[in-house]
Structure formats: C-alpha cells, structure tokens
C-alpha cells in the first residue's frame, strides 16, 4: 500500500500564495488517482482537487482559477499550488490516493494552512 507525507503548510496573509506537496511511497504512483481534501473548523471534509495518471484535473467550485494540482511521476509527488489564499481556505489539507482499479483509499496526515491577517 501506498504511504503519503504531506508539507508546506502554515500561516499566510489573505492575497498570498502557498505551495503543498505530498510524497507518495510503497507503491506504484501512476496506479493511483492523486487528491487533495480539506477540512475547516467545523466543517466536512471536502474534496479540493485530484489529478489522474494521465494528468487529468478536476476542482471543486471554489477553489477554480486560483488553485493548481500538478504532480511529477519520478518523484512520486503530488503538489497544490494556492494563490490568491482566502480565510475560507484555512483548514487542515489532506493527501489522498485512490487505487486503480480496486478504489483503495489512502490518505496523509495532514497539514495545516492558515488564512489571517
């Protein structure tokens, strides 16, 4: 199974950019669909972004046009590049891997990102 490490997190002013990454190990990366989740103070996790082996992305509503998923295969690494951060963003943001084809779950332990002037 695969082990996911995340980094990057921390404390921004609103109008500021962060950079996520989350190493994947113990397992083939391209059998995986990569994704970022968040949870807010009270709130449920929610999907942010995910990309595929063939680097297909997908972003929830709001987060389009200022959040970009990328990843690099030989690296094993998944990134989300975070411009124009809001207060809204704050919340912990977890690394997730889905395996293909049989949808085994995988997921980080999270990073926090903090949104406030």
């Known amino acids: 199974q695969v082990q996911l490490e995340e980094s990057g997190g921390g404390l921004v002013q609103p109008g500021e950019s962060l950079r996520l990454s989350c190493a994947a190990s113990?397992?083939?990366?391209?059998?995986?669909?990569m994704g970022w989740y968040r949870q807010g103070p009270g709130k449920q996790r929610e999907v942010v972004a995910d990309?595929?082996?063939?680097?297909?992305?997908t972003y929830a509503d709001s987060v389009k046009g200022r959040f970009t998923v990328s990843k690099d295969n030989a690296k094993s690494t998944v990134y989300l590049q975070m411009n124009s951060l809001k207060p809204d963003d704050t919340a912990v943001y977890y690394c997730?891997?889905?395996?293909?084809?049989?949808?085994?779950?995988?997921w980080g332990q999270g990073t926090q990102v903090t949104v406030s002037s």
């Open positions: 113990g397992s083939i990366f391209s059998l995986y669909v």
């Open positions: 990309i595929t082996n063939g680097g297909r992305t």
């Open positions: 997730h891997a889905r395996r293909i084809p049989t949808g085994s779950s995988y």
